[in-house]
């Protein structure tokens, strides 16, 4: 292994190998005009390589820093190759209707709604399409269908034909929001294809044997027997905790995640941990040999994860238990950190992808807490003479959830305080609980009863879990809002763990510290001042187009932090409740914890949806909406009529004006508005002003209702298009009026309705105006300063 000149091991060469790979994927995504310089890429590396060659030789004190460069553009190399599309690839079919024919490759996940109708999601092989005429093709699908009954079910392995439409995968584009598309692509999958209630039809049965059929049949026929000796929740939450999946009541899954332990839900690290610790201590207690025993320890994990169904997620937690299981009980503890380093390399390696999924970024942060920090850690509190117990669970909380801070707060924007308690509690408690369904799982083979006493025991830890859990969450600050950290802090907060961590690039800090005390000093105080001037520069006015798909929403943040909502997008007839999952990460991204103001446009789902998760989670201090039926808005915000939040909302009239700082909101309707023959027709039309710059927000106006308009001051620098871009809003006539510098347009891709329309874009063209659209550029963010204006979105 080639040292690093000033004496760093081996070790931390292999980390600035990580981190230096880790750049050259990260910026390939960043910067996609890299994909485009091959040959100018080609030609770098071969010089990088015949320049490490030549220092090699010549045992340069640098050669170091060539090798790094060479695993950057390794990075850059195998990112570019990973998303490569062929020309066969299924995606390359996008939003074309095709009939396709390809091989069921795993079981169908099924779920059955209210109105009793099953929901599947099989994934396909394809192997080829047919259009006008027949093409081989590449890559892995998502295909939906809903059926009446369960009869007529596709197996693993079996031939199937069906005709649908094939669309990308989507992803609401907001920060912090974990990218399905990615995710999916890890495995292979591109683009899903709906056929409705059409017939599948199976072309081919296959007679082959399946292993993870057999596994699925034999983890169906446990959950059956479940279900008749304990109640149906619990047995959905204690098979979820077992074999993975999320068949969980959303308020159990809520205290959960209060709490900092939803990961114990699921199949994770934590559960190959448990059962490897388990396996290890039962070895022990028999006297088995060393050898003997973590052979047999790695032929039982290698079976329950393909019990577990042998996901890419789950292979992947057993690799991470089973490396937190050696770095708790290797005496050397510099084994276990180089184990940690050449794993996680060759994961990356393997999958460059993975850098971007939350799933391994906690587990390789939370095991690098347990390899590094926890044998610190607990060294300390033993010093306090805790019982061992009590230290080890200590240790292990806190150095896991040291070292997955950032990433926590990233996508969470929040802190669990209770986890510390639910750690020491509940765990310990959950813990015996997957064991005995372990055991009552390999006994309910030979002895039947022996198996339900035990099912009867998990269902009443399980009841006790549950309550202690919903207590916790009642506890004050059982889980509080940390805002996230942006790229240098958390370049930052590791560097600092690194310094501390590691005695020598502490005393050569310090030694270069006070060789240049003067340029560290100078140094410090521009940081200081630097630091002084953004925390006093004045703040812009932000105006937040989110990407809610279908709908509308508009998050406002003033200078001094006042916010306001102007609707939150939804669904109809969709369990996805976007308030909860979509509206709420992202205020909470940018640190919006309570709303001045809620302002609905009108009461359809797909502006007002996400109003009822919003108003239960963060207060708001005004609700304004608009003059339609009051039964309206209950239904729609999950609300019985007699609320006192109902009864005080505010409704819009032509003229209602408010103020915040030095920012002018108006409401422009006509009083007497005729033919209010929907909910469209009603919309509020609001107006803010800030100094020389203008927003005019249009709801889902039509143009019959737009001519009341055009004698008001409706000119614009910013217009939010009327529908979507509906044909039967914006006129050409109610466009010349605003003239608006930037017309942004709230949509979802594959929409039903063909928004936007092409006349409504064609009128906007033939104005001076730049269109943005959330369907092609995500969530779109406009600052201010109430003269110039700059916008920048999530998608480049």
Not at 504 to 518: E, G, M, T, V
Not at 674 to 698: M, Q
């Amino acid at each position: 292994m080639i040292k690093i000149h000033y004496g760093q091991s081996p070790l931390l060469f292999i980390n600035f190998i990580i981190l230096f790979y880790s750049l050259g994927v990260y910026m390939t995504m960043k910067i996609p005009e890299i994909s485009k310089s091959y040959t100018h890429l080609f030609c770098l590396i071969i010089v990088n390589l015949i320049l490490a060659f030549y220092f090699t030789l010549r045992k340069h004190k640098f050669t170091f820093l060539l090798y790094l460069i060479l695993f950057f553009f390794l990075g850059v190399m195998r990112y570019l190759s990973f998303t490569f599309i062929a020309d066969d690839n299924i995606k390359n079919y996008d939003n074309q209707e095709i009939t396709l024919t390809g091989i069921i490759c795993q079981m169908p996940k099924i779920r059955q709604d209210s109105a009793g109708i099953y929901h599947l999601t099989y994934v396909v092989d394809t192997k080829s399409i047919k259009q006008k005429e027949e093409k081989t093709t590449t890559g892995k699908v998502y295909l939906y269908q809903k059926q009446k009954n369960l009869d007529n079910l596709a197996k693993i392995n079996d031939t199937i034909s069906a005709t649908g439409t094939i669309r990308l995968i989507q992803n609401y584009h907001n920060p912090n929001l974990v990218d399905r598309e990615l995710s999916a692509q890890e495995e292979g999958i591109y683009a899903t294809f709906s056929i409705g209630k059409q017939n599948l039809k199976i072309l081919n049965t296959s007679d082959k044997f399946s292993l993870q059929e057999f596994c699925y049949q034999i983890e169906q026929s446990f959950l059956q027997s479940m279900y008749q000796t304990m109640p149906e929740n619990d047995a959905n939450m204690i098979f979820a905790m077992l074999f993975g999946g999320y068949n969980i009541e959303k308020d159990i899954l809520e205290a959960y995640s209060i709490t900092g332990i939803i990961h114990i839900l699921s199949v994770s690290g934590s559960h190959i941990s448990l059962i490897s610790l388990f396996l290890l201590s039962l070895g022990k207690f028999l006297h088995l040999p060393r050898f003997f025993n973590l052979i047999l320890l790695l032929i039982l994990i290698i079976f329950y994860t393909i019990l577990c169904g042998a996901s890419v997620p789950v292979m992947r937690a057993s690799i991470m238990g089973l490396l937190s299981i050696i770095a708790l009980y290797l005496e050397e503890k510099s084994t276990a950190q180089h184990l940690l380093s050449i794993i996680a390399l060759i994961l990356l390696l393997f999958d460059p992808l993975l850098l971007f999924n939350i799933s391994f970024q906690l587990s390789f942060a939370s095991t690098s807490g347990l390899v590094y920090l926890m044998p610190i850690l607990r060294s300390k509190l033993n010093k306090l003479k805790l019982p061992s117990l009590l230290t080890d669970n200590l240790a292990l909380t806190m150095s896991a959830q040291i070292f997955a801070f950032p990433i926590i707060v990233w996508y969470f924007t929040s802190l669990s305080l209770s986890s510390l308690l639910a750690n020491l509690i509940i765990i310990p408690l959950l813990e015996i609980l997957i064991i005995l369904g372990l055991i009552a799982f390999i006994l309910g083979f030979i002895f039947l009863f022996i198996t339900k006493i035990l099912f009867i025991f998990a269902s009443l830890i399980l009841s006790i879990s549950n309550e202690a859990t919903f207590l916790l969450t009642k506890i004050p600050f059982a889980s509080i809002y940390v805002p996230p950290l942006d790229f240098p802090a958390i370049l930052i907060y590791y560097s600092l763990i690194f310094i501390t961590l590691n005695i020598k690039i502490r005393k050569y800090l310090y030694l270069l510290l006070q060789k240049y005390k003067f340029i560290t000093y100078i140094c410090s105080i521009s940081l200081i001042i630097f630091s002084c001037y953004f925390m006093i520069k004045p703040s812009p006015l932000q105006i937040h187009f989110i990407d809610v798909g279908q709908g509308d929403a508009c998050l406002i943040i003033t200078p001094h932090q006042h916010s306001i909502l102007i609707d939150t997008g939804g669904s109809i007839n969709s369990d996805f409740d976007i308030g909860s999952y979509v509206d709420l990460p992202y205020l909470h991204h940018y640190g919006i914890n309570k709303l001045d103001y809620l302002i609905l446009s009108h009461a359809d789902a797909d502006h007002s949806g996400g109003a009822s998760s919003i108003l239960q989670k963060i207060p708001v201090n005004h609700l304004i909406i608009t003059d339609e039926d009051k039964d309206l808005y209950a239904k729609i915000l999950k609300l019985p009529l007699n609320n006192p939040l109902l009864a005080k909302a505010i409704v819009a009239k032509e003229n209602t004006a408010f103020n915040l700082e030095d920012i002018h909101f108006q409401f422009l309707q006509n009083d007497e508005k005729e033919n209010l023959k929907s909910s469209n027709d009603s919309s509020n039309v609001l107006k803010l002003t800030y100094h020389n710059f203008s927003v005019l927000f249009t709801g889902d106006l039509p143009q019959t209702q737009e001519k009341y308009l055009l004698n008001k001051n409706i000119a614009s620098t910013i217009l939010k298009v009327a529908h979507h871009g509906s044909k039967t809003s914006s006129s050409q006539e109610f466009l010349e009026h605003v003239r608006p510098q930037l017309a942004i347009i709230s949509v979802g891709k594959y929409n039903s309705f063909g928004h936007p329309n092409k006349e409504v874009l064609d009128r906007l063209n033939n104005l001076p105006t730049k269109i943005l659209r959330t369907d092609e550029k995500g969530a779109i963010i406009i600052y201010t300063d109430g003269y110039n204006f700059s916008f920048k979105t999530f998608l480049n």
